[in-house]
């Protein structure tokens, strides 16, 4: 059965404090591994999708890397405005149209 | 938002009630989902479409139908409401397979 386990489930920093979010995933066949971000309210926004162990791709504070057992989002001296839930998914082992979520991670960046 | 719209935004409703949100696209894209968004477990596929009339069952489709007449056009029906139908409906469109999905902004239902 394919899993999607993301940790922690909630983390705080303080405003410039750098830290990571990881997606630990058991699915055959990787077709990509993809982040989302989720402020409440809201719908999921796509950050960043990955496709092979060692890709890494970049945006503003936000790094995200991928092994081939999980994938981690790296937050680099964060802002207040980057509080939200972070989302990692994987297209189902089944079907390429199907993904799986994580539980997602709660991210709180305090001033 | 990638152009798409969820209505209504929120909705109560009774149990046994049914009751048919709506998904609509300005972005021409083959596929469209619907999840649902419930504490503990996340985002769950409840069905999906690759085109008009062209419809398939995910993780959680007991309870739930769909139809997609149109590219632009998505309905979820819940045929009977009940309590355990409570949650949050979010559609997303995509271009293909391996192709992110982009999200609404979410239909909170609530059936008492």
């Not at chain 1, 402020?39 to 796509?46: H, I, L, M, W």
């Not at chain 2, 300005?26 to 009339?53: A, C, F």
Request: hydrophobic content about 25%.
């Amino acid at each position: 059965e394919d899993q999607v386990t993301q940790s922690p489930e909630a983390l705080r920093l303080q405003e410039g404090e750098s830290s990571s979010l990881n997606c630990s995933y058991t699915v055959s066949g990787l077709r990509g591994l993809f982040w989302y971000r989720q402020d409440p309210g809201k719908g999921p926004e796509f950050l960043f999708t990955l496709y092979s162990a060692g890709e890494e791709k970049e945006k503003e504070r936000l790094k995200a890397t991928l092994t081939k057992k999980e994938s981690f989002l790296h937050i680099t001296a964060p802002k207040p405005e980057d509080s939200a839930t972070y989302l990692c998914a994987v297209p189902s082992t089944g079907s390429a149209r199907q993904l799986t979520f994580g539980s997602g991670t709660q991210l709180t960046v305090l001033p | 938002d990638a152009g798409i719209t969820q209505s209504p935004r929120h909705k109560v409703t009774e149990t046994g009630t049914p009751v048919t949100l709506r998904c609509h696209q300005t972005e021409n894209h083959r596929y469209m989902y619907w999840y649902r968004q419930d504490p503990g477990h996340g985002l769950r596929l409840i069905h999906y479409s690759y085109g008009v009339k062209d419809t398939d069952k995910g993780e959680v489709s007991d309870g739930y139908s769909v139809s997609r007449s149109k590219t632009e056009d998505f309905l979820l029906t819940l045929e009977s409401a009940t309590s355990s139908q409570t949650s949050v409906y979010f559609c997303a469109i995509s271009a293909g397979n391996n192709s992110p999905l982009h999200f609404g902004n979410g239909t909170r239902l609530t059936v008492t």
